[in-house]
């Protein structure tokens, strides 16, 4: 196993890898909207969206991997009534391959986040 960094997405908040690759496999924790810097960003669903995606494709890129090898996603979601624009930012980054999914509402995310996002991709 291998554990992946990147100062391209925040460094994680707690005792945890941004990614660790086992086998073929890359196993992403879940990302919050926060910029690389560390930043919270406070904005709307569709723009934490945006930030938490910018995120995953940043680590996938550290482990050789893309958006387009990724299998399996799960989204949390502090209000399911987000689910229509959150899915409106994730079809601009999973345009043409649409990997397996779960949504499920939460009641609370780290940082008092509105989404956070995990995927498995392959290598």
Request: charged fraction near 20%; hydrophobic fraction near 45%.
């Amino acid at each position: 196993m291998k554990p992946i960094q990147t100062s391209l997405a925040p460094e994680a908040i707690g005792p945890y890898s941004q990614a660790i690759v086992a086998g073929n496999l890359i196993f992403c924790s879940g990302q919050i909207a926060l910029t690389p810097a560390g930043k919270f960003l406070e904005k709307t669903v569709a723009e934490q969206t945006k930030q938490v995606l910018e995120n995953l494709q940043n680590v996938l890129k550290a482990a050789n991997s893309d958006f387009s090898k990724v299998v399996k996603t799960t989204i949390y979601l502090k209000s399911i009534e987000d689910f229509a624009a959150v899915n409106e930012v994730y079809a601009e980054f999973f345009s043409e391959w649409k990997p397996a999914r779960a949504t499920v509402e939460v009641s609370n995310l780290p940082k008092n986040a509105l989404v956070e996002i995990e995927a498995i991709a392959i290598l």
